[in-house]
């Protein structure tokens, strides 16, 4: 992370007096966007098919990937056919619409979109213009459902319902917009959405979700070791972490048992070789958003720990639903 952006992420969530004379510029920017809201909330269009749309209110990640993969897994189990849309941050293709699979690579269409590929087996269409992306599913595709990864804030995408993520250790930081604190919108956006999630940590009135660590792969040759056996061969890692909010994924490596050194990169971070040239030997642990970015160029010391994550039970059924229109969860 660049000094300047870990300097403006310690006053928006630890509190500085410096972003005081911001508050003018971050009073335009809420009422700009409850305009916007309003004005979606006036016309409200139908969409073509059920679209749900899994985002957050501050920058930053939140940890909607592992949700929204949990939700395609829980509609295919459903016998449902889904497609995944985004707009593909990171990504460096200029060459819109495009659709991902598990064989696209993370440099070029956005370290997310593989990952959701791979993990799911759906297609993932990419487009900055959510709309048209919604329109290339369906004509592509013909979904019984849309995922919309991030869009909360892109009101030209209609939809059936809406999942905001938040990230429960760091909160809505000071509470303020940009660019005097981290929201994209006024905290009261989250009062309008259908769900509210929580990782990491506990928040009023929202459904709190957890990461469960699954087996440590091997990204040079594909192997599997449970916890146990990895703590018992490398009970010390590098870790490594280019994601919204590293100290999460470091937390979990504290609670299973490691001993770390941490790296942190900026989210999305466009990886060479040379950033994980540690000269003592030890084996690098990232997360497996990082790992998409780095398996062409893998080291056989280089490892990943995949997440899963964990909702109270019959959630998802639930989030399903409201998006599907169905009042009652399906037997």
């Not at 009073?27 to 966007?33: G, N, R």
């Not at 995408?157 to 429960?168: F, K, Q, T």
Request: net charge negative; glycine share 8%; proline share 8%.
């Amino acid at each position: 992370m660049s000094k300047v952006s870990d300097w403006i992420q310690q006053g928006w969530y630890k509190g500085s007096p410096w972003l005081v004379p911001l508050r003018p510029l971050s009073m335009l920017v809420s009422l700009e966007a409850r305009r916007r809201l309003r004005r979606f909330n006036a016309q409200r269009p139908s969409p073509p098919v059920p679209v749900l749309v899994v985002g957050n209110i501050t920058v930053g990640g939140t940890g909607k990937t592992p949700l929204v993969i949990a939700l395609v897994q829980a509609a295919r189990q459903r016998d449902l056919k889904v497609v995944v849309v985004s707009r593909g941050y990171g990504g460096k293709t200029d060459q819109y619409p495009i659709t991902v699979t598990a064989d696209s690579v993370a440099l070029e269409v956005g370290d997310e979109p593989v990952l959701i590929a791979r993990r799911t087996g759906v297609p993932v269409v990419l487009d900055p213009d959510r709309r048209n992306a919604l329109d290339v599913a369906i004509n592509h595709f013909n979904p019984d459902l849309v995922i919309s990864d991030d869009g909360l804030q892109h009101y030209a995408l209609p939809r059936s319902a809406e999942i905001v993520v938040v990230d429960g250790q760091r909160g809505l930081g000071n509470g303020h917009c940009l660019p005097e604190g981290p929201l994209r919108e006024p905290a009261s956006r989250l009062k309008e959405v259908d769900f509210v999630i929580s990782t990491g940590g506990g928040w009023s009135g929202a459904y709190p979700m957890i990461m469960r660590p699954g087996e440590i792969e091997n990204l040079a040759d594909g192997r599997t070791l449970d916890v146990s056996a990895f703590l018992r061969e490398h009970p010390a890692v590098h870790a490594v972490a280019g994601i919204g909010n590293p100290r999460r994924f470091f937390n979990l490596l504290s609670i299973i048992g490691l001993s770390t050194q941490p790296h942190v990169f900026p989210d999305h971070h466009a990886y060479q070789p040379a950033d994980l040239a540690f000269a003592d030997g030890l084996p690098v642990l990232m997360t497996e958003k990082d790992a998409v970015k780095c398996a062409a160029f893998a080291e056989p010391h280089w490892w990943f720990l995949p997440v899963t994550a964990d909702l109270p039970d019959g959630l998802l059924d639930q989030m399903l639903d409201r998006a599907l229109g169905r009042d009652e969860k399906e037997s």
